[in-house]
């Protein structure tokens, strides 16, 4: 499978080492041409503002809107959930996103940088270590969402469709797992 990683600002190389260790290739989508060549694709953590401007600067952002809306299967972690949210609590005024998740979420909503924490919690049934950086959480979903793992009592790991996101950092540990998850139970009818 061919999975393209949004390579405009962020930790794009993280997901990009984290997929071909799963085995599959991965590139860097910069260009609509690119974009239309993968069979999904990931939303990295990073500045999501800033990811939605550089988005439309390369003439990217409505095309990944309507690939979202027709099925690409999407993974986004901290930044890409906020990408993907349908609904933003303390974002910066007017932000819009790419949407396909029935949720809202609340931007920075673990604190400011200096309030990063790593964190045990349980995805999938399996138990694995978490990277919260700057991390937003799911305030409210709608039925079709499915909560994969939660912390502080709050949604941190979601899935709607062929869409899943994630507060936390999983290409900054060594574990596989949310990646895995998202190639094996989530792409595979592609």
Same mark, same amino acid.
């Given at each position: 499978?061919?999975?393209?990683?949004?390579?405009?600002?962020?930790?794009?190389?993280?997901?990009?080492? !984290?997929?071909?260790?799963?085995?599959?290739?991965?590139?860097?989508?910069?260009?609509?041409?690119?974009?239309?060549?993968?069979?999904?694709?990931?939303?990295?953590?990073?500045?999501?503002?800033?990811?939605?401007?550089?988005?439309?600067?390369?003439?990217?952002?409505?095309?990944?809107?309507?690939?979202?809306?027709?099925?690409?299967?999407?993974?986004?972690?901290?930044?890409?959930?906020?990408?993907?949210?349908?609904?933003?609590?303390?974002?910066?005024?007017?932000?819009?996103?790419?949407?396909?998740?029935?949720?809202?979420?609340?931007?920075?909503?673990?604190?400011?940088?200096?309030?990063?924490?790593?964190?045990?919690?349980?995805?999938?049934?399996?138990?694995?270590? !978490?990277?919260?950086?700057?991390?937003?959480?799911?305030?409210?979903?709608?039925?079709?969402?499915?909560?994969?793992?939660?912390?502080?009592?709050? !949604?941190? !790991?979601?899935?709607?469709?062929?869409?899943?996101?994630?507060?936390?950092?999983?290409?900054?540990?060594?574990?596989?797992?949310?990646?895995?998850?998202?190639?094996?139970?989530?792409?595979?009818?592609?």
């Amino acid at each position: 499978m061919k999975v393209g990683v949004l390579a405009l600002q962020g930790d794009f190389r993280e997901h990009i080492l !984290a997929t071909t260790q799963c085995g599959h290739e991965a590139i860097e989508v910069r260009r609509l041409a690119e974009l239309e060549s993968v069979d999904a694709l990931i939303l990295p953590g990073g500045e999501s503002t800033t990811i939605v401007h550089l988005a439309k600067t390369f003439e990217l952002f409505n095309p990944i809107r309507k690939h979202i809306g027709d099925g690409l299967p999407v993974y986004g972690s901290c930044a890409g959930m906020i990408l993907l949210a349908e609904r933003i609590l303390d974002g910066a005024k007017g932000q819009e996103t790419f949407g396909g998740l029935d949720i809202t979420v609340r931007r920075n909503a673990f604190g400011r940088q200096v309030d990063s924490f790593e964190s045990e919690l349980t995805f999938n049934g399996k138990a694995m270590n !978490a990277v919260f950086i700057r991390a937003p959480w799911v305030e409210q979903s709608g039925p079709g969402v499915q909560v994969l793992a939660e912390a502080a009592g709050h !949604a941190v !790991a979601v899935r709607e469709g062929k869409v899943l996101a994630t507060s936390f950092h999983p290409e900054l540990t060594s574990n596989l797992e949310i990646h895995r998850y998202f190639f094996d139970e989530m792409c595979k009818a592609r």
